[in-house]
């Protein structure tokens, strides 16, 4: 009877400690799955003909170069319109609206995030780009734009979410002093509670990154999907195709083992070293503002 | 309760990965049968058509369909994973290799025809071009609806996505003009959309835009708009139709096949002469492809 409590405390650790390794031991193997893959594709193309501008694989035109810009102008533009909006509504939701309505947007902008990518792709096709073409007078809707806005629209609920919870958990004590200083409603909004909930709000931008560089349906069905270059400022207005897009419409052709199988595979691997550089940054910078935010406060 | 048919699909997926030869049942008459059947976008249409008939017909034979893209089918049929995998281009020498290696032996029956049907916005004037200039256009020759005649608009080039066998077939036969030494590709900046719909989409509601795709799956409100193509500029301007593909007067019109691992047996050997016959290949004209014979 003694004994029982214990056993039991052992199993559940157990079972709790697997759970949290099993995640880093996923990690790991999928990254050597892509490394043993992706790794092969640089022997079998050269370098010099990898980082060329035409991207036909069926002709053996392996040039990723357009794949990486079209992804980087998708997520720059997805993020200006993700970070501003995000930041915005998170700071209204949590200092300025008042408690009724908080309690309705914010289920609401959740709701908003539990849209499938797909109907939001459906959307993008019949109604966005159309409108972009007429709007702006491009000879095509299915653009840059229209992945950008797509993908703002996508990444906008989770920074929302999660900033305005980083926001909510500032003590209230420093709005009190803030505004006991005299300051107004925005500086302390500005100068106190935004600064204070800044790791949680910078978690919250970071997992709007992730979800904008890794996410794929959306993004093929109005990109247009054209392997261009996307250097130009006008790029933003012209047809590109992202990395996560020629994954999902290649790999189900490729045969298994073949260059362009590697290829893809390569491609997988930079973008799952994008997205570790991006979290390795981000945590970075919040384990450097935690350290700074101690020194001031010991 | 949602779980069960999930776990059903999953076993079934997974038991007909491992089979290695899915589908051949004993060959006793009467027993049931599940065929596999997957690849070209082009033709799963037709496909479904086929497979609801013929299992209303044969309630003992089930046949799941679907598309994907002719290279997905054949790879599929490559790696055993299907029974008969539908093509809209005949198979290359390179998935032969593979499949050999797999120890797979690919079978060929042409299924039926179908035409190319190149479609532009029933705004645009244009309505009959060369197959030299629809090649022009692809291939970033011509940029702007004045170079063959139009109104003064940039050309949208849209295609299919390079695991379509509508693409290869439009790339040997229009942009290449049919020339093996030929090395044309694609223009950059065409627009490689995922699905038939896609394309549809864009040249119903885009000015601009050109597509192509099989006649099939033109709908009566684009009709209008398909380009009348002549091989040169002498030559007769032809609109694609189930006549003209017949008397070979269109030139931008093909076979689509069915692939089978070795010579079919049993039920898939069944199903394949039933789609050869008349009753079938009436289905073909009423989708709006091409019967063989």
Known sequence: ??????????????????????????????????????????????????????????????????????????????????????????????????????????????????????????????????????????????????????????AIPTTVSIAEDALDSVPQGYREGALALGATKWQTIWRVTLPAARSGVLTALMLGVGRTIGETMAVMMVTGNAPVMAIKLTSILSPVRTMTATIAAEMGEVANGSTHYHVLFLIGLILFLISLAVNITASSVIFKSRKRAERVLS | MKAVPLILLVSLLICSACGGSPGQTTPSAGTSAYIQNKGSDTIVNLALAWAERYQTEHPDISISVTGGGSGTGIAALINGTVDIANASRAITADEIKQAKANGINPVQ???????????????????????????????????????????????????????????????????????????????????????????????????N???????????????????????????????????????????????????????????????????????AQKIVAD???????
């Open chain 1, 1 to 154: 009877m003694d004994k029982s409590p214990n056993w039991r405390e052992t199993f559940v650790t157990a079972i709790v400690k697997t759970c949290g390794y099993s995640a880093v031991v996923f990690v790991i193997l999928i990254f050597f799955f892509l490394l043993r893959q992706g790794l092969p594709a640089l022997f079998e193309v050269k370098l010099g003909d990898l980082f060329t501008t035409r991207w036909y694989p069926i002709e053996n035109h392996f040039g990723i170069l357009p794949l990486l810009t079209g992804s980087l102008v998708v997520t720059v533009g997805a993020m200006l319109i993700a970070i501003p909006f995000g930041i915005g509504t998170a700071v209204f939701l949590a200092e300025i609206a008042p408690r009724w309505m908080r309690e309705i947007l914010k289920p609401l902008v959740e709701l908003l995030g539990g849209i499938p990518s797909v109907v939001l792709g459906f959307l993008g096709i019949l109604l966005l780009s159309p409108f972009l073409r007429v709007f702006l007078n491009l000879p095509t809707g299915l653009t840059a734009l229209a992945g950008a806005l797509l993908l703002g629209a996508i």
């Open chain 2, 209 to 279: 835009a050109i597509g192509y795709d099989g006649l099939g799956y033109i709908p009566p409100d684009l009709m209008n708009s398909v380009i009348a193509v002549a091989v040169d500029a002498g030559g007769a301007y032809v609109i694609p139709s189930i006549t003209t593909v017949n008397n070979n007067s269109y030139p931008v019109s093909r076979d689509l096949y069915m692939y089978t691992n070795g010579q079919p047996t049993g039920a898939i050997k069944d199903y394949i002469n039933w789609i050869l016959s008349p009753e």
């Open chain 2, 109 to 207: 029956v042409v299924i039926s025809r179908d035409a190319i049907a190149i479609v532009v916005n029933p705004q645009n004037p244009v309505r009959r071009l060369t197959l030299q200039q629809i090649s022009d256009i692809y291939s970033g020759k011509i940029n702007n609806w004045t170079g063959v005649g139009g109104d003064d608009r940039p050309i949208v080039r849209l295609s299919r996505e390079t695991n379509s066998g509508t693409h290869v077939y439009f790339l040997q036969t229009v942009i290449r003009l049919g020339d093996p030494k030929n090395t044309t590709l694609f223009s950059t900046d065409t627009l490689l959309l995922p699905s038939s719909e896609g394309i549809i989409n864009e040249v119903r509601q885009n000015p």
């Open chain 2, 287 to 293: 989708l709006g492809f091409v019967p063989i014979k």
